[in-house]
T-cell receptor
Framework: GQNIDQPTEMTATEGAIVQINCTYQTSGFNGLFWYQQHAGEAPTFLSYNVLDGLEEKGRFSSFLSRSKGYSYLLLKELQMKDSASYLCAVRDSNYQLIWGAGTKLIIKP | DAGVIQSPRHEVTEMGQEVTLRCKPISGHNSLFWYRQTMMRGLELLIYFNNNVPIDDSGMPEDRFSAKMPNASFSTLKIQPSEPRDSAVYFC???????????????FGAGSRLTVL
């Protein structure tokens, strides 16, 4: 079966750095996405990785290792507004998105 | 761009009643997706359309659920009869192309929160 694993919840301090991991086992691979979802709102796109390596976008970076079936989302200089759920999703060989359950990130002052 | 527009934002109904959720995708987007999100099951794909044609409805829970896309700018998700276990947030999302050239990012609507009593 297809599976995406990410931690259920993480806590970090304002101004610090946090890394949210995602491991996947899917039927094929055609890209990995990270979405941010604030409570009561829709998911919004953060990043896309299809090749191994690090993609940087401001305070957020996303890393991919296809051989290990592993990705992480790195958030730097955490702000209170970064409190949200972070969803990892993998596009499989049929170009369908397989979603993780999400990681709820709690930022403390 | 107004984004993906869903209505109603909130719906409270009684078991057995018919529920119709509506979605207007982003103009020019060829693919439309209906998702359901609950705390227990996370985000689940119900059905998606390419160029108004249903491609995969294997995620539709049962015959009580149906979806239509009569034209490129409108889709409905209907539940009849509704049951308490259907309570969830229903998201509509659209993408620019039917295949997955490049990132082909999903843009979600704000969601319709359904409560069935």
């Amino acid at each position: 079966g297809q599976n995406i694993d990410q931690p259920t919840e993480m806590t970090a301090t304002e101004g610090a750095i946090v890394q949210i991991n995602c491991t996947y086992q899917t039927s094929g691979f055609n890209g990995l996405f990270w979405y941010q979802q604030h409570a009561g709102e829709a998911p919004t796109f953060l990043s896309y990785n299809v090749l191994d390596g690090l993609e940087e976008k401001g305070r957020f970076s996303s890393f991919l290792s296809r051989s290990k079936g592993y990705s992480y989302l790195l958030l730097k200089e955490l702000q209170m507004k970064d409190s949200a759920s972070y969803l990892c999703a993998v596009r499989d060989s049929n170009y369908q998105l397989i979603w993780g359950a999400g990681t709820k990130l709690i930022i403390k002052p | 761009d107004a984004g993906v527009i869903q209505s109603p934002r909130h719906e409270v109904t009684e078991m057995g009643q018919e529920v119709t959720l509506r979605c207007k995708p982003i103009s020019g987007h060829n693919s439309l997706f209906w998702y359901r999100q609950t705390m227990m099951r996370g985000l689940e794909l119900l059905i998606y359309f390419n160029n108004n044609v249903p491609i995969d409805d294997s995620g539709m829970p049962e015959d009580r659920f149906s979806a239509k896309m009569p034209n490129a700018s409108f889709s409905t998700l209907k539940i009849q009869p509704s049951e308490p276990r259907d309570s969830a947030v229903y998201f509509c999302a659209s993408t620019p192309a039917g295949s997955s050239s490049g990132a082909n990012v999903l843009t979600f609507g704000a969601g319709s929160r359904l409560t069935v009593l």
